[in-house]
């Protein structure tokens, strides 16, 4: 059974910097690729950020330059540095991965930037 949970929202000023977490409990996470995903009211969900088993990453193009995703394999814990923030970062944020042809979603983290 694969959980995943997030942690590290909450409030910024525009331009400052936040980093979130999502702690994987399960086995064998250097086998998985994650991804970043957010989704601010009245909006569709989107993907941010992810990161593949090898360390490959690929970003938004609303985000390059300012949020960098990586992995620790021995933390079982993925991380999305968010910095330069706008406040059309505003959305609740989740943590996703597949496994076996099954998805998985964190409850999401609540990121709110205000000028």
């Known amino acids: 059974q694969v959980q995943l949970v997030e942690s590290g929202g909450g409030l910024a000023q525009a331009g400052e910097s936040l980093r979130l977490s999502c702690a994987l409990s399960g086995s064998f996470f250097n086998m998985y690729t994650i991804r970043w995903y957010r989704q601010a009211p009245g909006k569709q969900r989107e993907l941010v950020a992810g990161?593949?088993?090898?360390?490959?990453?690929n970003y938004a193009d609303s985000v390059k330059g300012r949020f960098t995703i990586s992995r620790d394999n021995a933390e079982k814990t993925a991380y999305l540095q968010m910095r330069n923030l706008k406040r059309e970062d505003t959305a609740i944020y989740y943590c996703?991965?597949?496994?076996?042809?099954?998805?998985?979603w964190g409850q999401g983290t609540q990121v709110t930037v205000s000028s």
């Open positions: 996703n991965t597949d496994w076996a042809g099954n998805g998985y």
């Open positions: 990161i593949n088993t090898s360390g490959r990453t």
